[in-house]
């Protein structure tokens, strides 16, 4: 049988362990490259509520990204998610400036999403702390 192999046996591995953030990073594109209209409206207005959503977008995928990576609370794995948020944000606004008309680059989103890294990054550890 003839078929195209797209990824390695090393990519593939890097999926399965990481399916959670890889998941959740999928969504997160798919979020930050729809219309504002197409999201669901809430009943009352809270300013800057879309900086509110990038911080949980970014709390959450931090969360996931130690969990699966079943980290140490050391400055070595800070560093690896604050790069790895700060490659996804950065690319999901580029790709928001580049790809569609509804939306545009915006610093406080990159900002908001690695502050969310962060807390989440430290929330992670206070959590597994606590359960354990």
């Known amino acids: 049988m003839v078929y195209l192999k797209i990824l390695s046996t090393t990519e593939m591995q890097f999926i399965k362990k990481y399916k959670f953030s890889f998941f959740w990073t999928i969504i997160v594109f798919i979020l930050c490259l729809l219309p504002g209209s197409n999201l669901p409206k809430t009943g009352f207005h809270i300013p800057h509520f879309d900086k509110i959503v990038h911080f949980g977008m970014f709390f959450i995928f931090s969360i996931l990204f130690n969990y699966e990576k079943k980290a140490e609370r050391n400055s070595n794995s800070l560093v690896i998610i604050l790069i790895l948020s700060l490659l996804i944000a950065l690319s999901t606004e580029i790709s928001q400036l580049l790809f569609t008309t509804t939306r545009q ?28």
Request: glycine residues 8%.
């Open 105 to 132: 680059f915006d610093l406080l989103d990159l900002s908001a999403d690695l502050l969310g890294s962060i807390v989440g990054y430290f929330s992670y550890f206070i959590l597994k702390q606590k359960l354990n």
